[in-house]
């Protein structure tokens, strides 16, 4: 699954589909290279679901502070 792809996921959907491919790992014995992409996509994931994590901290700590939401700057990939 492509960046593109992902950044096309709502937060459920990503967390969904990391929950699937940590499943499919327990359950199955893949071979190194299917372990690689599985691996691959499972971190792109987590980083995808980490960004929209830290934007939706940012939008609840700037309704905390302002008493309204402001719209801000998007969240830097890491």
Partial sequence: MSR???SKMTFE????KLAAII???DRE???LDESLRNFEEG????RYC???LTEAEY????ILQNGELVHFKEVEEA
């Fill in 13 to 16: 959907e990503a967390l969904k």
């Fill in 59 to 62: 939008k609840v700590e700037m």
């Fill in 4 to 6: 593109k792809e992902i």
């Fill in 43 to 46: 971190m792109e994931l987590t």
């Fill in 23 to 25: 499943e499919k790992m």
């Fill in 29 to 31: 014995e893949p071979s």
């Fill in 50 to 52: 980490r960004k929209l």
